[in-house]
């Protein structure tokens, strides 16, 4: 079954203006608004996360579990997607269940402040003292190292005191069961998403990657997102977290040309020769009649190095 992944009408035109980035260092943009192959996910990772974050307000924990399981099997190592499944099982009441899924969350990204905070709660529940109390320690450590001047100052605060009131004993609510959550508009998601491109035109990669990770908390692990975060960590010389992205992105839509293409400068880049020409392969398969991510792919062959620089 043929399906299509998106953001919005906007972003697929700004995806297809890709080349307007190739003067960053390369072109092809996000490439979105292509069809993955019949090698797809089963099920849609951008859909079903929509649908996921839906339930979870709605308070219907059973179908965001079943929505984020879905995301999970294509984007496993999404770390906002495992912490969400986390928070839908603390919904059933399966504390067990959850703190695999935080466990996960914090390991892959350790300054999810929100994630370590309901591992914290999940310990506690679970009467494992030790690594509760050990949790709220780092996060006290970071507090404090923060001195109430980061933009974490308030989340973490509340971290510590959630965890603390759960080891008193004290009937504790989580995130998703106390007050609820809240979820970015997808129209806030579009606008960062833009912000991000913006930032990396003017190659402003970190600050890129800090509006990539927030508009990925409205759409999931969409492909366009985990491509520009390949994009913008490749341009910072993170190249094992670049290559993890692109992997990621082509998991979720296996003809993702930019990601495709990005992945191929990449192993260009490492000296991998061999392996940019399957990409470039790859991409000639698709487009048939050419595209911009294969003509841009070949010069990066042909030079052995950025055609740019």
């Given at each position: 079954?043929?399906?299509?992944?998106?953001?919005?009408?906007?972003?697929?035109?700004?995806?297809?203006?890709?080349?307007?980035?190739?003067?960053?260092?390369?072109?092809?943009?996000?490439?979105?608004?292509?069809?993955?192959s019949e090698s797809a996910p089963q099920y849609d990772p951008v859909a079903e996360y929509s649908k996921g974050t839906a339930?979870?307000?709605a308070k219907d924990f059973k179908a965001a579990k079943t929505a984020f399981d879905h995301v999970l099997a294509s984007a496993p190592r999404d770390a906002n997607t495992n912490y969400l499944a986390g928070l839908a099982r603390e919904g059933l009441g399966d504390w067990k269940g959850a703190k695999k899924f935080l466990e996960k969350a914090t390991k892959i990204d350790p300054n999810m402040t929100?994630?370590?905070?309901?591992?914290g709660v999940s310990y506690a529940k679970l009467g494992d003292r030790t690594n509760a109390e050990a949790t709220m320690a780092s996060l006290q450590a970071k507090a404090t190292a923060c001195a109430d001047t980061c933009p974490a100052a308030a989340e973490l605060k509340l971290a510590i005191d959630a965890i603390n009131t759960a080891l008193?004993?004290?009937?504790?609510?989580?995130?998703?069961?106390?007050?609820?959550l809240m979820f970015a508009s997808a129209a806030k998601g579009d606008a960062l998403y833009l912000d991000a491109v913006s930032l990396i035109n003017e190659h402003r990669y970190e600050?890129?990657?800090?509006?990539?990770?927030?508009?990925?908390?409205?759409?999931?692990?969409?492909?366009?997102?985990?491509?520009?975060?390949?994009?913008?960590?490749?341009?910072?010389?993170?190249?094992?977290?670049a290559?993890?992205?692109?992997?990621?992105?082509?998991?979720?839509?296996?003809?993702?040309?930019?990601?495709?293409?990005y992945y191929g400068e990449l192993m260009v880049?490492?000296?991998?020769?061999?392996?940019?020409?399957?990409?470039?392969a790859a991409l000639d398969g698709q487009c048939r009649f050419g595209c911009a991510e294969a003509e841009e792919l070949r010069r990066w062959i042909a030079a052995g190095h950025s055609p740019h620089s």
């Open positions: 079954m043929r399906r299509s992944v998106f953001l919005s009408a906007a972003l697929v035109a700004l995806a297809a203006a890709g080349p307007l980035l190739a003067s960053g260092g390369g072109g092809g943009g996000g490439g979105g608004g292509s069809f993955p339930a979870l307000q929100s994630a370590w905070r309901e591992l008193s004993g004290a009937p504790t609510a989580s995130l998703v069961t106390g007050q609820g600050d890129a990657i800090a509006t990539l990770k927030s508009a990925q908390a409205s759409f999931g692990p969409h492909p366009d997102i985990l491509t520009y975060l390949g994009f913008a960590n490749r341009k910072l010389k993170r190249f094992d977290v290559e993890s992205y692109y992997l990621a992105a082509l998991a979720v839509a296996p003809n993702h040309r930019g990601a495709t293409e880049e490492r000296g991998d020769l061999a392996g940019a020409k399957l990409k470039l």
